[in-house]
């Protein structure tokens, strides 16, 4: 912004302020020959810029004492004007179709199916917004608020990381719902939260006593014993155990093929079984390996949070069987290279961050000991 004088064609002077660019155009402003007038004009705009930054040039005066008129009408109010615009983007016109949280949340996984995304990927979808709309089962979505945002991930049980994938999951529905469905909602409550993850998050195992007592229940429960056993002594993935089926599992050579269509990492390997792995699968009977495709009941996800109560545990761990499998391999045989191929690990930090004195190799050999 500066103060110009200008030579006219007719040879008089012109003094004028250029105050830049301002709306997207360069705006100029000529007070002929009062030199006073423009300084007066300059000192004003400048005023208006300390005062009030760019706004106080682009505004004319009548729009600037109404800011200012509401601005003092929304401290009275103890509201901001940030918070005014806020609660207008949320109620205002913008919002064109409005619906309840659950109807926002079906019609985003309806979408989802139709956009062909894969079976786990829908899974996850539903696990994770499905629970935010049995939390929010009459809240408008677009009245959603980040304190309700922050609440839902807080009480479901979930682990940080847990949390902030189900926060990821949560910032794709509204960008849908905003973006997509044209006007189901103006604005992202979640926008700006996040996170903060556990410094270290314990790993949770399973003792040795607490192995043979599930070990044994799944004795009395055969169609459980395959994915016990794949997991506690095998350390297979919780959703590969889910998808494998039984020819991908050699009970006379030891080993389990788990594929790159079902693993993790979309990198297929082989695990191989210990002989008392396999004396427990067999334990289960004939019957068991034949009477479906897929290792796991069809009926898991009821089931398992019905099994473990039943071993004498009172809180589940997350991972623990995988868990207990790595920290009791490790203590065992200190074979890094072989604990990490057989887990599907890209990397030993894993190991050394995780598993590494977790267990004793007096209880770890315990646990290989297990036998039916």
């Given at each position: 912004m500066k103060l110009r004088k200008r030579r006219l064609p007719s040879g008089h002077f012109s003094w004028l302020i250029d105050?830049?660019?301002?709306?997207?155009?360069?705006?100029?402003?000529?007070?002929?020959?009062?030199?006073?007038?423009?300084?007066?004009?300059?000192?004003?705009?400048?005023?208006?810029?300390?005062?009030?930054?760019?706004?106080?040039?682009?505004?004319?005066?009548?729009?600037?004492a109404e800011f200012l008129t509401l601005k003092v009408r929304l401290r009275e109010a103890g509201a901001s004007i940030s918070e005014a615009v806020e609660f207008f983007m949320r109620h205002g016109t913008l919002v064109k179709n409005r619906v309840l949280v659950p109807e926002l949340v079906e019609s985003f996984l309806w979408a989802k199916v139709e956009a062909g995304k894969s079976r786990r990927t829908l899974e996850t979808?539903?696990?994770?917004?499905?629970?935010?709309?049995?939390?929010?089962?009459?809240?408008?979505?677009?009245?959603?608020?980040a304190?309700?945002?922050?609440?839902?991930?807080?009480?479901?049980?979930?682990?940080?990381?847990t949390q902030s994938g189900a926060l990821g999951h949560f910032r794709s529905l509204y960008a849908w719902g905003r973006e997509v469905a044209q006007g189901h909602?103006?604005?992202?409550?979640?926008?700006?939260?996040?996170?903060?993850?556990?410094?270290?998050?314990?790993?949770?195992?399973?003792?040795?006593?607490?192995?043979?007592?599930?070990?044994?229940?799944?004795?009395?429960?055969?169609?459980?014993?395959?994915?016990?056993?794949?997991g506690m002594f095998g350390g297979l993935r919780r959703a590969e155990m889910e998808r494998l089926t039984w020819d991908a599992i050699n009970l006379e050579e030891r080993t389990v093929v788990v594929g790159a269509r079902i693993s993790k990492t979309r990198q297929r390997r082989v695990v191989d079984l210990t002989v008392n792995a396999v004396a427990w699968i067999r334990a289960a009977g004939e019957e068991v390996r034949g009477k479906t495709a897929r290792v796991a009941p069809s009926n898991l996800k009821e089931k398992w949070p019905l099994f473990w109560p039943k071993c004498g545990l009172a809180v589940w761990p997350n991972n623990g069987l995988r868990h207990t499998y790595a920290s009791m391999h490790y203590a065992m045989w200190q074979d890094e290279a072989k604990l990490q191929a057989q887990m599907g690990h890209e990397s030993a930090n894993m190991l050394h961050q995780h598993y590494r004195a977790l267990k004793t190799r007096r209880e770890a050999a315990g646990f290989w000991a297990l036998a039916p």
């Open positions: 105050y830049g660019i301002v709306d997207g155009v360069r705006r100029r402003v000529s007070f002929g020959e009062d030199r006073g007038a423009a300084e007066r004009a300059l000192a004003k705009a400048q005023a208006a810029v300390v005062s009030h930054g760019a706004l106080g040039l682009s505004a004319s005066p009548q729009e600037m979808y539903r696990g994770t917004l499905r629970s935010l709309a049995r939390a929010f089962p009459l809240v408008m979505a677009h009245e959603l608020t304190g309700q945002v922050l609440a839902w991930l807080a009480g479901q049980g979930w682990s940080k990381r909602v103006a604005v992202d409550p979640s926008a700006g939260l996040v996170v903060k993850a556990d410094l270290a998050e314990e790993i949770g195992t399973l003792t040795v006593e607490q192995c043979g007592r599930m070990l044994r229940q799944a004795l009395l429960e055969p169609r459980m014993m395959p994915y016990v056993v794949l």
